[in-house]
């Protein structure tokens, strides 16, 4: 087995924005996002941290690093997965996220499963 197929970690995210938590008169854009991780490797493997790059329309940028996700440090075997929702506030009405999860393998091998980048808008605001 390739030793890149063994630490593998899939990540999917799925947002929404909150209309009811936000006051666009006041720069406050509210978003909540679903991520899911699954194990697609071959070996048992725990997130430990996060690092989060969020970025807004105006290209302010702030970074999030932190143990573990909403007070979870979840080991995945092989096949399982994780799911969890969390939320972030923005200025303006579209920005991104992206970043990584820092795992430690059953043979404490550490890796990062990376986050690809996903937009945070709000509906009707781009094409």
Known sequence: MAESK????????????????????D???VF???ITL???GTIP??????????TDAESHVQEVRGL???GHQPLLKPGESFEYTSGCVLTTPVGTMRGSYQMV???????????????????????
């Open 38 to 40: 699954r194990n697609t």
């Open 6 to 25: 063994k630490y593998e970690i899939s990540v999917a995210a799925a947002t929404q924005y909150l209309a009811d938590q936000s006051d666009p008169q």
């Open 105 to 127: 393998a059953e043979d404490g091998t550490q890796f990062e499963a990376a986050i690809a980048g996903f937009t945070l808008a709000m509906p009707r605001v781009l094409h």
């Open 32 to 34: 909540a996002y679903t």
């Open 68 to 70: 573990g996700v909403v």
């Open 45 to 54: 493997a725990q997130l430990i941290s996060r690092h989060w790059i969020i």
């Open 27 to 29: 720069g406050r854009y």
